[in-house]
């Protein structure tokens, strides 16, 4: 029973120490929470730029083909081959709104009294509008032109006649879809020259278009 002192007073030693002070503890930094990014609140989503008009350029081939009437002769037909070089408004990225442009090509006509043709150029202006809003539809397209004939020569009840500048006016209108127009045309011109009588002529025909938007989509 004596020995029970002495081996009782190493395990209250070790018992008494984790109790008590601890000197050579380093002092513990405090815990600090970083405050999180203040969020705006906004009332709307940011919306995407609104982009304005724009032109866009085009050019292609052009044919005509209809009935030549003159006052004085028997009715006749005409026909016509052109380059076009035009400017359309585009809008969202599509092609609609004013369109301006001009023509360059030969013409000639014929009929049982005679015929004749000449260099013909014209500028024009209109407007190019969809049908719907869904893409891939039919476009209503009408112009109103102005022009002259370079040159002409005419052969008609054997007297040939020579002009220049001979004037003349048209009123184009029809459809179009991705680059190919089918139009109907009434023109109106007068084929002054020399060595043969000046005549008025109307034409009333049909116009087949193609141009740039038909291969580079």
Same mark, same amino acid.
């Given at each position: 029973?004596?020995?029970?002192?002495?081996?009782?007073?190493?395990?209250?030693?070790?018992?008494?120490?984790?109790?008590?002070?601890?000197?050579?503890?380093?002092?513990?930094?405090?815990?600090?929470?970083?405050?999180?990014?203040?969020?705006?609140?906004?009332?709307?989503?940011?919306?995407?730029?609104?982009?304005?008009?724009? *032109?866009?350029?085009?050019?292609?081939?052009?044919?005509? #083909?209809?009935?030549?009437?003159?006052?004085?002769?028997?009715?006749?037909?005409?026909?016509? #081959?052109?380059?076009?070089?035009? $400017?359309?408004?585009?809008?969202?990225?599509?092609?609609?709104?004013? /369109?301006?442009?001009? *023509?360059?090509?030969? $013409?000639?006509?014929?009929?049982?009294?005679?015929?004749?043709?000449? /260099? *013909?150029?014209?500028?024009?202006?209109?407007?190019?509008?969809?049908?719907?809003?869904?893409?891939?539809?039919?476009?209503?397209?009408?112009?109103?032109?102005?022009?002259?004939?370079?040159?002409?020569?005419?052969?008609?009840?054997?007297?040939?006649?020579?002009?220049? #500048?001979?004037?003349?006016?048209?009123?184009?209108?029809?459809?179009?879809?991705?680059?190919?127009?089918?139009?109907?045309?009434?023109?109106?011109?007068?084929?002054?020259?020399?060595?043969?009588?000046?005549?008025?002529?109307?034409?009333?025909?049909?116009?087949?278009?193609?141009?740039? $938007?038909?291969?580079?989509?």
């Amino acid at each position: 029973m004596r020995a029970l002192p002495a081996l009782a007073l190493p395990v209250l030693v070790m018992v008494a120490l984790p109790c008590g002070a601890e000197p050579s503890q380093k002092p513990k930094k405090p815990l600090t929470i970083a405050a999180p990014a203040p969020v705006i609140a906004t009332e709307h989503e940011p919306k995407e730029p609104i982009r304005g008009s724009s *032109t866009q350029d085009g050019a292609g081939p052009r044919l005509a #083909f209809g009935v030549a009437r003159s006052d004085d002769l028997p009715d006749g037909y005409y026909g016509r #081959f052109e380059t076009e070089y035009f $400017e359309v408004e585009t809008r969202g990225g599509k092609r609609r709104g004013m /369109i301006a442009g001009g *023509t360059l090509g030969l $013409e000639g006509w014929g009929g049982s009294a005679g015929g004749g043709g000449g /260099i *013909t150029s014209s500028v024009y202006g209109g407007y190019r509008q969809p049908l719907c809003p869904n893409p891939g539809t039919f476009d209503l397209f009408a112009t109103g032109s102005f022009g002259w004939h370079w040159l002409i020569i005419d052969h008609v009840n054997d007297e040939t006649g020579v002009g220049i #500048f001979a004037p003349q006016a048209s009123a184009v209108g029809g459809f179009e879809f991705g680059g190919v127009r089918l139009l109907g045309e009434a023109a109106a011109q007068y084929r002054w020259q020399w060595s043969a009588p000046d005549r008025p002529q109307y034409k009333f025909g049909a116009i087949l278009s193609l141009h740039a $938007e038909l291969w580079d989509g």
